[in-house]
């Protein structure tokens, strides 16, 4: 059956679907199909709603068709956010009656911000296809690299919020996700966009000549998925001889915050983080160092609801409970808030990642790393004055917000492996991740990433789970296993290649601990070294198409004359 005769047996349908689905109903349903199969939903088919809406683009729009794409554009991407991040609005709930009537506008508010974003890649599209590349095979290209090149910079201007790109609708750890160790989630993102698209290019010709974009792209999606198989059966992921305790105490941000809560949060804690080891892990632990408790322990972002200073003061009962809690060669990682000093000599506050460690002296802290990337309305105000004189405010209520430290960089802690921290929102960050992968023994720099948050803000949602893919891919692009710790889940240690190490995983709503055997990284991951190479691509993919049918047509116009 040819493309004609498929077309003639599907056309009722079609004028129906038309006759009641207008372009920009049509732009809001392919935005919930593409929303739909990021997870934890996976309905991978999803990812044909590309196609959908490069099709839509070429179609006759009216007398302004700038303006059209731009709406096209704007609907799908307002829906595909409004699935994808639609769990903000539990942020809201945690203080309801002071921010809960922010939730509504928090929710509306960030998916058609964000959307604009795909409206302005439409837009620009549109202008350019209705030139030179009118009716030419390559504005596929260009629609597939124009798209995310806004996608990087939607994750990139204005603070960023590279939450859910294409790339990542991919699982990590799965096959496909491994093209990430080559080009990035961006990438990937550029890879995934380009092959689900090609069926909007289709033409009807006789037999399957008309059908080459499907053909090329199904043969490139069955190499990827090869060498992604190939990848993750073939690499090998050693241990290492660091032990690492996981602890989730399962405490939402509401219940921390009660009244009287700190001690009991804190008991929580300490019971997790001193409970013997399972027999089955400690054997060969023991075995082999004669050691029976863990090497440091990770708590997460935000774990006890007050300053540093104030838990660690000698006078406050807190500070007994930490004096008692580590062995002489353990290490505590945890996330607080703190008091410093800027530049200016100007008192701040800052969240911040600290190592609790006993020597001789005592049991001491030192602050490792203070958080880079703030969570705009979460952890500072933009745009402050305006903002609030309409009543809006930060949802973290510590002095006037927090304020950044140094740009995201290793650290070195006495007895552990460099290590690259990230805390929270930070994880959706490929270029913060700043790792340098070579082959050992030679490799230098950072060998693991551990990342706390607080997805207890967002509650038993898509959030937290859509996190913990978006974080994971992190570890794929570095090369490096990841050690992710939260308070209510979800808590993993993450491979090199983007998997979570079995037993490891402390679900949304469970409480406990894990112990796992830190992993080793890998010497395989290209894009460490070639970060940019994605923006490269989608320059090529934008300006190749042109340059070739400007030649072209010269080439035309010189022969004609």
Same mark, same amino acid.
């Given at each position: 059956?040819?493309?004609?005769?498929? =077309?003639?047996?599907?056309?009722?349908?079609?004028?129906?679907?038309?006759?009641?689905? =207008?372009?920009?109903?049509?732009?809001?349903?392919?935005?919930?199909?593409?929303?739909?199969?990021?997870?934890?939903?996976?309905?991978?088919?999803?990812?044909?709603?590309?196609?959908?809406? *490069?099709?839509? *683009?070429?179609?006759?729009?009216?007398?302004?068709?700038?303006? @059209?794409?731009?709406?096209?554009?704007?609907?799908?991407?307002?829906?595909?956010?409004?699935?994808?991040?639609?769990? /903000?609005?539990?942020?809201?709930?945690? !203080?309801?009656?002071?921010?809960?009537?922010?939730?509504?506008?928090?929710?509306?508010?960030?998916?058609?911000?964000?959307?604009?974003?795909?409206?302005?890649?439409?837009?620009?599209?549109?202008?350019?296809?209705?030139?030179?590349?009118?009716?030419?095979?390559?504005?596929?290209?260009?629609?597939?690299?124009?798209?995310?090149?806004?996608?990087?910079?939607?994750?990139? #201007?204005?603070?960023?919020?590279?939450?859910?790109?294409?790339?990542?609708?991919?699982?990590?750890?799965?096959?496909?996700?491994?093209?990430?160790?080559?080009?990035?989630?961006?990438?990937?993102?550029?890879?995934?966009?380009?092959?689900?698209?090609?069926?909007?290019?289709?033409?009807? &010709?006789? =037999?399957? @000549?008309?059908?080459?974009? %499907?053909?090329?792209?199904?043969?490139?999606? %069955?190499?990827?998925?090869?060498?992604?198989?190939?990848?993750?059966?073939?690499?090998?992921?050693?241990?290492?001889?660091?032990?690492?305790?996981?602890?989730?105490?399962?405490?939402?941000?509401?219940?921390?915050?009660?009244?009287?809560?700190?001690? @009991? %949060?804190?008991?929580?804690?300490?019971?997790?983080?001193?409970?013997?080891?399972?027999?089955?892990?400690?054997?060969?632990?023991?075995?082999? !160092?004669?050691?029976?408790?863990?090497?440091?322990?990770?708590?997460?972002?935000?774990?006890?609801?007050?300053?540093?200073?104030?838990?660690? !003061?000698?006078?406050?009962?807190?500070?007994?409970?930490?004096?008692?809690?580590?062995?002489?060669?353990?290490?505590?990682?945890?996330?607080?808030?703190?008091?410093?000093?800027?530049?200016?000599?100007?008192?701040?506050? &800052?969240?911040?990642?600290?190592?609790?460690? +006993?020597?001789?002296?005592?049991?001491?802290?030192? %602050?490792?790393?203070?958080?880079?990337?703030?969570?705009?309305?979460?952890?500072?105000?933009?745009?402050?004055? /305006?903002?609030?004189?309409?009543?809006? @405010?930060?949802?973290?209520?510590?002095?006037?917000?927090?304020?950044?430290?140094?740009?995201?960089?290793?650290?070195?802690?006495?007895?552990?492996?460099?290590?690259?921290?990230?805390?929270?929102?930070? =994880?959706?960050?490929?270029?913060?991740?700043?790792?340098?992968?070579?082959?050992?023994?030679?490799?230098?720099?950072?060998?693991?990433?551990?990342?706390?948050?607080?997805?207890?803000?967002?509650?038993?949602?898509?959030?937290?789970?859509?996190?913990?893919?978006?974080?994971?891919? +992190?570890?794929?692009?570095?090369?490096?296993p990841m050690v992710r710790s939260t308070?209510?889940?979800?808590?993993?240690?993450?491979?090199?290649?983007? +998997?979570?190490?079995?037993?490891?995983?402390?679900? #949304?709503?469970?409480?406990?601990?894990?112990?796992?055997?830190?992993?080793?990284?890998?010497?395989?991951?290209?894009?460490?070294?070639? &970060?940019? *190479?994605?923006?490269?691509?989608?320059?090529?993919?934008?300006?190749?198409?042109?340059?070739?049918?400007?030649?072209?047509?010269?080439s035309k116009n010189n022969q004609e004359?």
């Amino acid at each position: 059956m040819t493309l004609t005769d498929l =077309g003639a047996h599907l056309a009722p349908a079609f004028a129906l679907y038309r006759r009641y689905v =207008g372009p920009k109903r049509q732009a809001a349903l392919m935005g919930v199909l593409l929303g739909l199969a990021q997870p934890p939903f996976g309905f991978l088919p999803g990812l044909l709603a590309y196609a959908v809406l *490069l099709w839509s *683009l070429d179609q006759n729009l009216g007398p302004k068709p700038l303006r @059209k794409a731009f709406a096209i554009g704007w609907w799908a991407g307002f829906l595909y956010f409004l699935i994808s991040c639609f769990w /903000v609005a539990e942020a809201f709930l945690v !203080d309801a009656s002071n921010q809960g009537w922010m939730a509504p506008f928090a929710v509306c508010l960030l998916p058609g911000g964000i959307a604009l974003f795909w409206g302005a890649a439409f837009a620009v599209y549109c202008k350019l296809a209705s030139g030179r590349l009118a009716g030419h095979w390559s504005r596929w290209l260009v629609f597939a690299g124009l798209f995310c090149l806004f996608e990087w910079l939607r994750g990139t #201007i204005l603070t960023g919020f590279p939450w859910n790109p294409a790339g990542a609708t991919w699982k990590a750890g799965s096959a496909m996700s491994q093209l990430a160790a080559l080009f990035g989630v961006y990438g990937l993102s550029l890879f995934t966009v380009t092959l689900f698209s090609s069926p909007a290019i289709c033409r009807r &010709r006789p =037999g399957l @000549k008309g059908l080459w974009p %499907v053909a090329v792209s199904a043969a490139t999606l %069955v190499a990827a998925f090869t060498f992604g198989a190939v990848r993750l059966s073939t690499t090998e992921v050693a241990t290492t001889g660091t032990w690492i305790r996981l602890v989730q105490p399962n405490i939402g941000q509401r219940a921390k915050w009660t009244e009287g809560a700190l001690l @009991k %949060v804190m008991r929580g804690y300490v019971t997790y983080s001193q409970a013997h080891a399972k027999r089955e892990f400690l054997q060969p632990v023991t075995k082999r !160092d004669n050691k029976g408790y863990p090497d440091v322990i990770l708590w997460p972002e935000g774990a006890l609801p007050d300053a540093a200073e104030n838990l660690l !003061d000698p006078q406050s009962e807190t500070a007994n409970l930490f004096a008692a809690l580590l062995k002489p060669d353990q290490v505590l990682l945890w996330g607080a808030y703190h008091r410093a000093v800027d530049a200016d000599n100007a008192l701040v506050w &800052r969240n911040s990642m600290l190592a609790l460690y +006993r020597d001789e002296s005592g049991t001491n802290y030192q %602050v490792v790393y203070s958080k880079f990337k703030l969570v705009p309305f979460g952890e500072f105000l933009p745009f402050e004055s /305006v903002l609030e004189s309409l009543g809006v @405010k930060e949802l973290a209520h510590v002095g006037d917000g927090f304020s950044p430290g140094p740009r995201t960089h290793p650290v070195e802690v006495a007895g552990l492996p460099s290590f690259l921290p990230l805390i929270c929102y930070e =994880g959706l960050f490929p270029a913060l991740a700043t790792g340098e992968a070579k082959s050992p023994p030679a490799r230098s720099g950072p060998s693991w990433i551990v990342n706390i948050s607080n997805d207890a803000w967002f509650g038993p949602t898509t959030g937290p789970v859509q996190h913990l893919n978006l974080s994971s891919y +992190r570890a794929i692009e570095e090369g490096m296993p990841m050690v992710r710790s939260t308070p209510t889940g979800v808590s993993a240690v993450i491979d090199p290649l983007g +998997r979570i190490v079995p037993g490891s995983e402390i679900g #949304i709503g469970q409480s406990g601990f894990r112990d796992v055997m830190l992993p080793s990284a890998v010497s395989f991951a290209p894009y460490t070294r070639w &970060r940019h *190479l994605h923006l490269m691509l989608v320059a090529l993919f934008c300006l190749i198409p042109l340059v070739f049918v400007t030649f072209v047509n010269v080439s035309k116009n010189n022969q004609e004359s």
